[in-house]
């Protein structure tokens, strides 16, 4: 049967430096194992691992890390580093307690860190995630409540990161000399710890995970970035298509103007020189008119000399009429 509780507990502590976080550890632990300080600045500059005693006898590791939220992000070194941190707790990590503080406003740096975190552990780390607002002293002098904080304070990637740890929070008191109020507070977040190991189903997190997550987290980044790559050069293509086809079109439509020029040129040189055969033929025509009734009057006219000088024949080869008896007697 699978546990339902971790045997010792590992946590991990994250969040931008004077938010608490080595203060929070020294409530967890109930010694001063971290330096916690006023000062500005990392005090922390490697991660730490100190242990303690849970009141229920199990045993707690808690991994201060340096203002991991404080490195330049992106760069392979800060995954190398947290790498280093993991490594720190051998049997992995069973929450990671993201600091932050009730007395600071929640920074656009905090919430761009987180989407560091994610890309680098890959977005399963939210499921390990436990938000731990520190500075409980203040909601009490001021006799308000987380929630009343909340409502005030929830900027909006203040409320994504809640959404993505299920509304996992934890307040804590760092100043606090109550002992019951110090058990009681690390009882509540133990109790969301405990919740966490069941729903991951007893694994916690480790370098292993982190390594695969981030292998993970690298080929779907590598995948988004060959998509958009893809995409960018399908719309090169489209572009470039819309370009050439522009060309072609204008080339087509100078092309078809040049044709159009000169065939309208040769057909008005073709009209000209139909109208003038056209004429020629015309001319022919009326000049073989002329001709023709020339050679007709001519005819005629020999026809008509002809007939003349038959009839003179005639008359000639007619015998001279007989002389008068008049003559005769002569
Ligand atoms: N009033 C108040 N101050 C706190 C609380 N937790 C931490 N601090 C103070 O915040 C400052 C920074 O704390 P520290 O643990 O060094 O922060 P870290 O840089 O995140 O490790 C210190 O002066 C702490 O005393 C708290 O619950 N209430
Ligand atoms: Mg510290």
């Known amino acids: ?65 340096p203002g991991l939220f404080d490195f330049a992000v992106g760069s392979d070194n800060v995954s190398k580093k947290i790498a280093n941190c993991i490594n720190l707790a051998k049997d992995g990590i069973h929450a990671i307690l993201l600091v932050l503080s009730v007395r600071s406003r929640f920074t656009e740096e905090e919430a761009e860190a987180i ?31 987380l929630q009343d904080y909340l409502d005030a304070n929830c900027p909006q990637p203040l409320q994504e990161v809640l959404q993505l740890c299920k509304h996992r929070t934890a307040l804590f008191n760092n100043k606090t000399k109550n002992a019951k109020k110090r058990a009681s507070q690390i009882n509540e977040l133990i109790i969301l710890v405990d919740k966490i190991f069941t729903e991951n189903g007893g694994k916690p997190y480790t370098n292993e995970l982190f390594l695969s997550l981030q292998e993970e987290t690298k080929r779907q980044r590598k995948m988004k970035e060959e998509a958009e790559l893809q995409a960018l050069a399908k719309k090169e ?94």
């Open 1 to 65: 049967m699978a546990l339902s509780k971790p045997n010792e507990v590992t946590l991990a502590l994250v969040g931008r430096t004077g938010n608490g976080k080595s203060a929070t550890g020294n409530s967890i632990l109930q010694r001063n194992a971290f330096k916690s300080k006023v000062a500005s600045g990392s005090i922390t500059k490697k991660a730490e691992l100190q242990q303690g005693v849970l009141g229920d006898g199990r045993g707690v590791n808690v991994l201060d890390t």
């Open 115 to 145: 989407q560091v975190l994610r890309g680098l552990f890959g977005p399963k780390i939210t499921d390990y995630l436990i938000i731990v607002f520190t500075g409980a002293d203040v909601l009490e002098d001021d006799e308000a409540t």
């Open 237 to 330: 293509t489209a572009r470039l298509q819309e370009q050439m086809q522009k060309a072609y079109d204008a080339q087509l439509a100078r092309v078809t103007e040049t044709i159009e020029s000169k065939l309208s040129g040769t057909i008005s040189s073709l009209e000209r020189e139909l109208a003038e055969t056209r004429q020629a033929h015309q001319n022919a025509v009326s000049h073989s008119h002329m001709a023709h009734q020339q050679a007709m009057n001519e005819i005629h006219a020999l026809q008509h000399n002809l007939s003349a000088a038959h009839q003179e024949i005639e008359r000639l080869r007619r015998p001279p009429p007989r002389p008068h008896r008049l003559c005769a007697i002569m």
